[in-house]
């Protein structure tokens, strides 16, 4: 049963644009709401998380939006760089649990 | 230097064999995980412990199995009873000095069969 539906599965984009993200969730459980970015080779990395009382959060270029009556949130990437490319997983928390979703594999081109 | 040490990088099986992958911690976390990675379906937990020589199930457990004896280290065994144990396998702790902490990842072992 997958709790955490994420989409697109694969984002190209052009370096300067935005990259957005999106996850779904059914489990009304879930209290934190973290994404973790993933380099090739590497285990995911903490990249900024959400609680479900906020519906905006923003670090730097990244941004999640949560809507939680939709039980729906997304990353949104600004001014993306190749830097930024990787894999990219959403997740929702309940107790001292995680769930992920299946991963966005982002490219950001020159 | 903290932090999470996977070990090996690159481990492979033959049939029938069990194998272990190694998972040590100096962060003075708690909590210790074993997710396994496909391509496109995320992260799957396999088992977690909260504490020493205590360990749950997870999504995935068949096939596996762990022990935790020490507060720094959680083995992962793929038993021979895993039919497709080809994966990226990751282990990530948690500290319970507050609500939410992140889990925290190693950097993985690649598991392949011969």
């Known amino acids: 049963q997958q709790q955490v539906k994420q989409s697109p599965q694969s984002l190209i984009v052009q370096k300067g644009g935005i990259s957005i993200i999106n996850c779904a969730y059914e489990?009304?459980?879930?209290?934190?709401f973290p994404w973790y970015q993933q380099f090739p080779g590497k285990g995911p990395a903490l990249l900024i998380a959400?609680?479900?009382?906020?519906s905006e959060k923003k670090e730097g270029r990244f941004t999640i939006s949560f809507n939680k009556s939709a039980k729906q949130f997304s990353l949104h990437i600004m001014d993306s760089q190749p830097g930024d490319s990787a894999t990219y997983f959403c997740?929702?928390?309940?107790?001292?649990?995680?769930?992920f979703g299946e991963g966005t594999q982002l490219t950001v081109n020159p | 230097d903290g932090g999470i040490t996977q070990s090996p990088k690159y481990l492979f099986r033959k049939e029938g064999q069990n194998v272990t992958l190694s998972c040590e911690q100096n962060?003075?976390?708690?909590?210790m995980y074993w997710y396994r990675q496909d391509p496109g379906q995320g992260l799957r937990l396999i088992y977690y412990?909260?504490?020493?020589?205590?360990?749950q199930k997870g999504d995935i457990a068949e096939g596996y199995s762990v022990s935790r004896e020490k507060k720094e280290s959680f083995p992962l065994t793929v038993t021979s009873a895993q039919k497709n144990p080809t994966a990226f396998y990751l282990c990530?702790?948690?500290?319970?000095?507050?609500?939410?902490?992140?889990?925290?990842f190693g950097d993985g072992t690649r598991l392949s069969i011969l």
């Open positions: 990530a702790t948690r500290g319970q000095g507050y609500a939410r902490e992140p889990q925290h």
């Open positions: 489990n009304t459980a879930f209290d934190y």
């Open positions: 959400i609680r479900p009382d906020v």
């Open positions: 997740a929702g928390t309940s107790g001292s649990r995680l769930t």
């Open positions: 962060l003075n976390h708690d909590a």
């Open positions: 412990s909260q504490i020493v020589n205590d360990f």
